[in-house]
């Protein structure tokens, strides 16, 4: 099972990215495919997630700004971050859920900075 997150880079504040994450050698479609975001010294916090329904749900501090999708045709969900916010800066990481079965990508770093 591979996860493959990119898209990060540098950014100035108010600008947008989108980030990619392929799925590959699972059954993609039955996962919850999240995005959870990583700042040194804190805890890996959950920005997105996309059930696998196409329910959706964000956290507070994005709601708004951020966009979680999914091709299935593609087998890769994306989030799409607009209005960027220092704060934002982060590692950014993927994550596939499915009961017992948790898969993480190797995170992309977003940074936000003029």
């Known amino acids: 099972v591979q996860l493959q997150a990119s898209g990060g880079g540098l950014v100035q504040p108010g600008g947008s990215l989108r980030l990619s994450c392929a799925a590959s050698?699972?059954?993609?479609?039955?996962?919850?495919m999240s995005w959870y975001r990583q700042v040194p010294g804190k805890q890996r916090d959950l920005v997105a997630h996309?059930?696998?329904?196409?329910?959706?749900n964000y956290s507070d501090s994005v709601k708004g700004r951020f966009t979680i999708s999914r091709d299935g045709a593609k087998n890769t969900v994306y989030l799409q971050m607009n209005s960027l916010k220092p704060e934002d800066t982060a590692v950014y990481y993927c994550?596939?859920?499915?009961?017992?079965?948790?898969?993480w990508g190797q995170g992309t770093q977003v940074t936000v900075s003029s």
């Open positions: 050698r699972i059954a993609w479609s039955f996962y919850t």
């Open positions: 994550r596939a859920l499915l009961g017992s079965f948790e898969y």
């Open positions: 996309i059930f696998s329904g196409g329910t959706t």
